[in-house]
């Protein structure tokens, strides 16, 4: 727990933690803390974040959050001067009581006024015994395992052991049940049915017994996968829940291909209400997860997200400025997203010829396009190792042909890298008359730059690697239907950040 932690997260959450109506009054002892200097931090994403306000507990260990606002839902904690902590949750009753002991801040915690607090400390103090309950048990339960040749008292006592771990889970399954059935419209209610999973009925089978599909169990389970969050309740954006249940579906239920992770963005979408923080929440995680992804081709989750969304107004937190430099930043990267003919070259080669890249593509069953500046460091670097590449995809057989475009003009520079690389059997151009404005559409930001483009000029792999493009090709060229799975990107470039 540190000052430092908010820093980075300033910009993306900038959730206002105080709405413009009625007040809360929240009185808390703790016995143990007299005469000292308390926080209030409020959980978001999977972290906990400090200094929403500083607190001070008097001489009787008591301390007063007080305001003419009221406190948006979630789960705060109240951090201790020692930085140990306890949660308290803000629900829809803001004037309450809660009274604890530094000795056990959770088996000795009273809450009066607070229903949201009074089910959750009772199932935390459940738990506690349950936990401490197994951890009994499981000491015994080694023990016994331990014992080369179990007498039949000893067997019996194990799956006595083993059938009350079991129903201690089911208790505690059953206690949080209890609570969401009693109390439904409470938020610790809602906080536990969105920690559920769905529950899935046996597969069906056919005439014989046979599986109808074998895939039912988990197709069911995603489609069904949000049945218990209650995407209405802003709430839930300050508790650790919201992240890791995103990430689940989208990176562990979902293919990581471009289609399948819109087609799930999408519905996650679909379901945020507008001009709510669940909207801002969801969109502006989905817009910087795969801004900056590294698995290829992902950036046309990010223009979907922008032309789909940005562009048509839902992102209603985001200044004119800023969403100006989104959209312009889809609209750069829309041509050159896979499966797209990339904007033609037609740059002068060393002898002062034009040559058109689409003409060279058409040629060839593969064309690298290798985008680099004379000057720079990483491109020297890359391009030795492109041509070892290349050279041996040629010595197997493989059609393919490189399409290198220094992105400077210096004259000298570009020959001598040339010559100093051995790339002389590429096809090597510049943009001598700087008539071209192959730069701004192949958004080079950084370099080198590597794509490659089929047959059909479509590109089929961008922002590889040098020593990536072999093993690419090869992958390729064996595939069937070109289609090799997540591909991470592993750019000459680190230092941009892209």
Request: with cysteine; hydrophobic share 35%.
């Amino acid at each position: 727990m540190r000052k430092g932690f908010l820093a980075s997260i300033l910009l993306l959450c900038s959730f206002l933690i105080f709405a413009a109506k009625d007040g809360h009054d929240i009185t808390i002892k703790v016995e143990g803390v007299k005469n000292a200097k308390g926080q209030l931090a409020y959980h978001y994403e999977t972290k906990k974040y400090l200094e929403i306000d500083s607190l001070h507990f008097d001489k009787k260990g008591i301390v007063n959050i007080k305001g003419d606002k009221k406190l948006q839902k979630g789960i705060y904690l109240l951090v201790l001067p020692n930085q140990s902590y306890f949660e308290l949750l803000i629900g829809e009753e803001q004037e309450f009581y809660m009274e604890t002991d530094t000795s056990d801040l959770i088996k000795s915690m009273v809450v009066k006024e607070s229903i949201n607090n009074e089910l959750f400390y009772g199932f935390l103090q459940f738990w506690g015994e349950k936990q401490e309950e197994n951890k009994k048990l499981k000491n015994e339960l080694s023990g016994l395992k331990k014992i080369e040749k179990p007498k039949k008292d000893e067997k019996v006592r194990m799956e006595e052991i083993d059938k009350k771990l079991s129903d201690n889970g089911e208790a505690i399954r059953s206690y949080q049940e209890k609570i969401i059935t009693s109390h439904p419209k409470t938020f610790y209610a809602h906080i536990l049915k969105a920690m559920k999973d769905p529950e899935v009925p046996d597969p069906p089978k056919d005439n014989n017994g046979n599986l109808i599909d074998s895939n039912f169990t988990f197709k069911y389970y995603k489609a069904h996968y949000w049945d218990n969050f209650d995407f209405n309740e802003d709430g839930l954006v300050r508790t650790p829940i919201l992240k890791g249940k995103m990430d689940r579906y989208l990176n562990k239920m979902t293919l990581q291909i471009p289609d399948s992770i819109i087609k799930s963005a999408d519905f996650i979408l679909s379901q945020a209400p507008k001009n709510s923080e669940m909207m801002k929440y969801f969109l502006a995680n989905l817009l910087n997860e795969y801004a900056n992804s590294k698995i290829m081709g992902m950036d046309a989750v990010y223009v979907h997200l922008v032309q789909n969304y940005y562009d048509k107004g839902t992102a209603y937190w985001v200044d004119d400025a800023n969403l100006k430099k989104i959209s312009d930043r889809a609209k750069s990267l829309s041509p050159l997203l896979i499966g797209k003919v990339p904007p033609n070259m037609v740059l002068k080669d060393l002898g002062g010829k034009y040559v058109s890249m689409h003409d060279v593509a058409s040629k060839n069953k593969y064309t690298v396009l290798f985008l680099y500046d004379s000057g720079c460091g990483h491109c020297k670097k890359a391009a030795p190792k492109l041509k070892k590449g290349i050279d041996t995809l040629k010595a197997k057989k493989i059609d393919v042909e490189v399409y290198a475009a220094c992105t400077e003009v210096n004259d000298q520079e570009w020959r001598k890298f040339v010559k100093d690389k051995s790339i002389t059997e590429w096809i090597n151009v510049a943009d001598i008359d700087k008539h071209s404005y192959f730069r701004s559409q192949y958004d080079i930001t950084s370099t080198p730059q590597v794509y490659i483009v089929d047959k059909n000029k479509k590109i089929i792999a961008k922002r590889l690697g040098a020593e990536q493009v072999q093993d690419f090709i090869e992958r390729y060229d064996k595939s069937k239907d070109g289609k090799l799975g997540p591909v991470q990107m592993k750019e000459d470039n680190p230092s941009e950040n892209q």
